[in-house]
């Protein structure tokens, strides 16, 4: 099993940023991407951005030139930089990895961190 811890989220002004972190722990044997979705109240989880083990990204169009990803592939940590905050990004966010055992691909999600954007 693998378990995701993620930090950071909070209360901000529109125009702040904050960085949420996240780390993969437990029984892990090999990273191959990571990556943050995010939930609002009473709509669809939804993709912000994702980063391969090779640091290939994807955002969200909503996102891009303000949100940044990275990870650390020697922590099995991702990170995700929110500049130029809006009240339409406060939802919960949550982080995903996937893990390749043996050619197989298992998900694991963490336990979401809220990130309020009050205008």
């Known amino acids: 099993q693998v378990q995701l811890v993620e930090s950071g989220g909070g209360l901000v002004q529109a125009g702040g940023a904050l960085r949420l972190s996240c780390a993969a722990s437990g029984s892990i044997f090999s990273i191959n991407a990571m990556g943050w979705y995010r939930q609002a109240p009473g709509k669809q989880r939804d993709l912000v951005a994702t980063i391969s083990s090779r640091s290939r990204t994807n955002y969200a169009d909503s996102v891009k030139g303000r949100f940044t990803i990275s990870m650390d592939n020697a922590k099995n940590t991702v990170y995700l930089q929110m500049n130029s905050l809006k009240p339409e990004d406060t939802a919960v966010y949550y982080c995903?990895?996937?893990?390749?055992?043996?050619?197989?691909?298992?998900?694991?999600w963490g336990q979401g961190t809220q990130v309020t954007v009050s205008s």
């Open positions: 995903v990895a996937d893990d390749v055992v043996h050619g197989i691909l298992y998900e694991y």
